[in-house]
Structure formats: structure tokens, C-alpha cells
């Protein structure tokens, strides 16, 4: 499918877009399959209806940021931060930092020491600043209004732009108003981070569906899945 849509676009010399394809999946079923080989094409695409958002890098790093601002012990989440464009660590780093029994709230003179004398010197400077982004992201994330956090991550402080960069990430950059509009929720049933934080977490582990909610979504020149 996505190698024929390919196909005819390239032969229509202009005179077809995305938009005009639409592929009907009534099951639901194959969806994870369309949109990885859409991607492999360069295809944008729409979906009538978001399922398993989380598996989006783009979302899975905001939340997990603003999970650590909860849950500042839980280092899977700060794995992934620290993994993510917002710091620009390697696993390899990761592995490093954490063997050394690293805390992301935690200070430690001794494993600060020991820090500098394994990283380069680049990546260490990368780790403070992320240190200290998360410090300033969870004053704000707790006196704040959700959205407007989601808002100034994607935006000031540029993951906007790594998905504009890398195709595959802006293929699913939409994701970023799915998270957006769980956030509005959040902030108009005052909830505040925790209660957010555990609604996502119950998206996550039971694999919710979010149907029912009017997001709206950047309009895009992408195929139509419904």
C-alpha cells in the first residue's frame, strides 16, 4: 500500500497529495504496520483515531520528564530524560552515570568526582545542564498550569525542532497534541501533576484508546487512515 501511494504520487508530476489517499482499516488492527511502512516511505499520514500514543518518542520524553518531577527516584524515567534530546546522553553514558548508584535530586560530591573523570568533558556539561533543567522544569510543572509546561518544553526549549529535523520524528509529531489535550483535562479537573501523571500511567499500562476526545490537531498534507 504505501509503496503503490508512493508510487502514484511521484507519477502525478503534482497533480496528487497526500491527502488525496485514504486507507480503511476497520479493525484497527494493522495500524502500527501502516504507519511503520508509511514512515519508511516518507509518507505522512492521519489517524481517525490515536492508539498506544506512549510508543512515541516525542510524548514517551515529555512525560517522562514530568514523571521524574514526581517521581524523582524513578530511574527508568530518568534514563529516558537523560537519553533524550533534552540532555543528549548515550546509553553508553547512561550506563556509566547509573552504575555509579546516580540519584537525579541526589547531590553527591563523590559521585560528582567520579563523573567528571568518566564522561568527556562535553558530556558532563550535557549532564549539569539536564541537572539543571530539571530543577527549573519542576518549579515550574508544580506551580504551573500542565499545558502551558507541555507547551514551553516543545516549543522554548526546542523538541519542536528535533522532530522537524528527523523525519520520522515529525511524521509523529502530532503526538504532541494528544499529550497537549491530556494536560487541558488535567488542568480544568485541577488535578495538578501527580493526578496527571497517574491518568498517563493508567493510558500506559492498560492501553487505552483515546476516543471521545476532540484534540485538534495540526492539519497536515498526510494519507488518511481510518
Not at 92 to 99: G, L, M, P, T, V
Not at 131 to 145: D, P
Request: with cysteine; charged share 30%; glycine share 4%.
Amino acid at each position: 500500500i504505501a509503496k503503490e501511494i508512493s508510487d502514484r504520487i511521484n507519477k502525478s508530476e503534482g497533480r496528487l497529495s497526500f491527502r488525496d489517499f485514504a486507507v480503511l482499516d476497520k479493525s484497527r488492527g494493522m495500524r502500527k504496520t501502516l504507519a511503520k511502512y508509511l514512515s519508511y516511505f516518507d509518507i505522512p499520514y492521519n489517524l481517525d483515531c490515536q492508539i498506544d500514543i506512549f510508543e512515541s518518542a516525542p510524548v514517551n520524553d515529555i512525560y517522562n520528564l514530568l514523571r521524574l518531577c514526581v517521581y524523582p527516584s524513578d530511574k527508568k524515567a530518568a534514563a529516558s530524560f537523560l537519553c533524550s534530546p533534552f540532555a543528549g546522553l548515550s546509553v553508553n553514558d547512561i550506563e556509566q552515570i547509573f552504575a555509579l548508584d546516580f540519584e537525579i535530586e541526589k547531590e553527591n560530591s563523590e559521585i560528582n568526582d567520579t563523573l567528571k573523570k568518566l564522561l568527556s568533558e562535553e558530556k558532563y556539561h550535557r549532564l549539569c545542564d539536564a541537572l539543571l533543567l530539571f530543577s527549573e522544569i519542576k518549579k515550574r510543572a508544580t506551580g504551573n498550569l500542565l499545558a502551558g509546561t507541555i507547551t514551553e518544553l516543545w516549543y522554548d526549549y526546542g523538541y519542536r525542532y528535533e522532530t522537524l529535523w528527523h523525519k520520522n520524528l515529525y511524521l509523529s509529531s502530532e503526538q504532541y497534541d494528544l499529550l497537549f489535550e491530556l494536560a487541558r483535562q488535567a488542568d480544568l479537573n485541577s488535578t495538578g501533576l501527580v493526578g496527571f501523571v497517574d491518568a498517563v500511567d493508567i493510558y500506559k499500562d492498560e492501553q487505552k484508546k483515546l476516543d471521545g476526545m476532540e484534540i485538534p490537531l495540526e492539519s497536515s498534507d498526510g494519507v488518511n487512515i481510518l
